[in-house]
């Protein structure tokens, strides 16, 4: 079991950049895929990006796609999250999630993928 911890969220203007990380413990992290997934009131959650155990594939959301960055350092057993140009419609509480195949081929996208999450960050961008 890993314990993942979020922080960074805040509230920004529309236009505006934020960073959020997620710091992992309890095993192997540099072993399993990891995600950001997002939720807004009312509505499913789902992955904005996830990147993969090596680091050198990453998957992004059509509505985040040049916006944000994922990436990780697997020496500070750390995720990133890199938002620029925020919109309203990124409010959200975002999530980050561990994959739960190590070593796994194909970067994890979808909710059943992966197996721990942490508690959530509140973003809000105002208009």
């Known amino acids: 079991q890993v314990q993942l911890v979020e922080s960074g969220g805040g509230l920004v203007q529309a236009g505006g950049s934020l960073r959020l990380s997620c710091a992992a413990s309890?095993?192997?992290?540099?072993?399993?895929?990891m995600g950001w997934f997002r939720q807004a009131p009312g509505k499913e959650r789902t992955c904005v990006a996830s990147?993969?155990?090596?680091?050198?594939?990453?998957y992004y959301a059509d509505s985040v796609k040049g916006r944000f960055t994922i990436s990780r350092d697997n020496a500070k057993n750390t995720v990133y999250l890199e938002m620029h140009n925020l919109k309203p419609e990124d409010t959200a509480v975002y999530y980050c999630?561990?994959?739960?195949?190590?070593?796994?081929?194909?970067?994890?996208?979808?909710?059943?993928?992966?197996?721990?999450w942490g508690q959530g960050t509140q973003v809000t961008v105002s208009s």
């Open positions: 990147i993969s155990w090596t680091g050198g594939s990453t």
């Open positions: 309890g095993r192997t992290f540099s072993s399993y895929g």
């Open positions: 999630a561990a994959g739960s195949i190590p070593f796994a081929v194909v970067v994890p996208t979808t909710p059943r993928h992966f197996g721990s």
